[in-house]
């Protein structure tokens, strides 16, 4: 199986087992990090929820889409700057999300969809903290 099966049919069988899924990642996130809860209150948390859902559907619908995948994800990057989004914050989010998947997968969790998973989210941070940087640096040069 490659990375994108093992990540889709985990994902198959993780909002099967756990339809808010991302409901249970925030609460996983703010648990771990309350600091930032503040990050997410412009909207409602079924929004926010139904957003990040999709989100990642769309990805790993495009794992092998490279050039979709740098475009989007640059852009994503570059527009969570001025959340207030930082490089710090993108491991963070991850872990949560990891520890999320891992629980709502039960016995389907394995080492080979962990590190599935874990290099697709390693991918998708590194091309938004790339976007962030750009959106850096055009700030930076519109301020000067």
């Known amino acids: 199986m490659t990375a994108k099966e093992l990540i889709q049919a985990n994902l198959d069988v993780v909002v099967g087992n756990a339809p808010d899924l991302t409901a249970r990642f925030y609460a996983r996130?703010?648990?771990?990090?309350p600091e930032l809860q503040h990050l997410f209150g412009r909207r409602s948390a079924e929004a926010q929820q139904r957003m990040l859902l999709e989100a990642i559907a769309a990805v790993v619908d495009h794992l092998d889409d490279?050039?979709?995948?740098?475009?989007?994800?640059?852009?994503l990057g570059a527009k969570h700057v001025a959340?207030?989004?930082?490089?710090?914050?993108?491991?963070?989010?991850?872990?949560?999300?990891?520890?999320?998947?891992?629980?709502?997968?039960?016995?389907?969790?394995?080492?080979?969809?962990?590190?599935?998973?874990?290099?697709?989210l390693t991918?998708?941070?590194?091309?938004?903290?790339?976007?962030a940087r750009t959106a850096d640096g055009m700030t930076a040069s519109a301020a000067e």
């Open 29 to 33: 996130l703010f648990e771990q990090h």
């Open 66 to 75: 490279l050039p979709w995948l740098e475009q989007t994800l640059r852009a």
């Open 83 to 120: 959340y207030g989004v930082t490089d710090a914050m993108y491991p963070m989010v991850a872990g949560a999300l990891m520890d999320t998947l891992e629980r709502a997968s039960a016995e389907h969790w394995n080492d080979a969809v962990r590190d599935a998973w874990a290099a697709a």
């Open 123 to 131: 991918f998708v941070a590194d091309r938004m903290q790339a976007g």
